[in-house]
């Protein structure tokens, strides 16, 4: 081998080791930091733009859970609504049951009517007041809910459900009675009592609809939640550092270092043994 004060290479060699080892330690510093052992497209191009077209996705999923959320609040609020006026109707059955009797006195039934309208009226004001984020689904003339399904916008509808009373004299959509349905006479009683038991039965069957249509939102609810962990889960696989791994490999990358840093002042040493031969 030559020697030259003009080119070491020895001291080039131990300088690319040594570059190569701090270029290592750094990504492997990085890694540790960020948890993530592909955090820019720097590191893996291919596997970045894959893992961002997962966490798009995940990001969709999320406003869907929001979606589905606040459905199945409507649909809660629409159904506690509805039990409230099955509740009504039952007890406005009792009290025209009650004043059907040829036997009641005028002022009795005035009493029994008198209870009747004021149940009558709370009907009303439990469906003006079934709303959840602005969506009132028992109202005439209610929207059909709609929620997302999907992260392409696909989209899931429910049918509003009527509940309100009839015109005056006339049969509403699921409550029969009509709007100024009174009892005051055994004939209102015995007319009344037939429409609450139809409305009875046809809110048994709203109800049903209900139950089936939140239940649905909660199965797709609970899809997404686990279609969300299996993205997320397959993200971490692609991009998360094994950090036990990483942990090991920056021990060894720091002795790797020291050597490095060594090896290289040996190598810059080695053109003053020259001096040696011009004494």
Do not use: C, H, W
């Not at 009504?88 to 209870?115: C, F, G, P, V, Y």
């Not at 009558?120 to 709303?131: F, G, M, S």
């Not at 984020?133 to 992260?151: E, K």
């Amino acid at each position: 081998m030559s020697f030259s004060v003009n080119t070491n290479y020895g001291a080039m060699i131990a300088l690319q080791n040594l570059n190569k080892t701090n270029a290592r330690l750094e990504v492997v510093q990085r890694q540790i930091s960020t948890g993530l052992k592909v955090s820019s497209a720097k590191d893996n191009g291919s596997t970045y733009a894959i893992a961002q077209n997962m966490r798009a996705k995940v990001a969709g999923y999320n406003v869907v859970k929001q979606s589905l959320d606040r459905g199945i609040s409507v649909m809660d609020v629409t159904i506690a609504a509805t039990e409230s006026i099955s509740d009504l109707l039952i007890e406005m059955r009792e009290k025209a049951l009650a004043a059907s009797d040829r036997s009641l006195d005028q002022s009795s039934r005035d009493a029994l009517n008198a209870d009747f309208v004021a149940l009558r009226d709370q009907v009303k004001t439990i469906i003006d007041n079934a709303e959840f984020n602005g969506i009132n689904l028992i109202q005439s003339g209610a929207n059909d809910l709609t929620v997302l399904a999907n992260d392409q916008g696909g989209s899931m509808s429910f049918a509003a459900e009527d509940l309100s009373y009839g015109p005056p004299g006339g049969p509403g959509t699921n409550i029969i009675l009509s709007e100024d349905s009174t009892i005051n006479a055994f004939v209102n009683a015995d007319l009344a009592i037939t429409e609450l038991d139809q409305s009875i039965d046809n809110i048994g069957s709203v109800l049903a609809r209900l139950g089936a249509s939140s239940k649905r939102m909660e199965i797709q609810r609970t899809f997404t939640d686990k279609l969300t962990d299996t993205l997320e889960v397959g993200i971490g696989n692609l991009v998360d550092a094994d950090l036990a791994k990483a942990s090991a490999e920056l021990q060894a990358l720091q002795v790797k270092q020291q050597l490095g840093i060594q090896a290289l002042s040996i190598a810059n040493q080695g053109p003053s043994v020259l001096l040696g031969l011009f004494r």
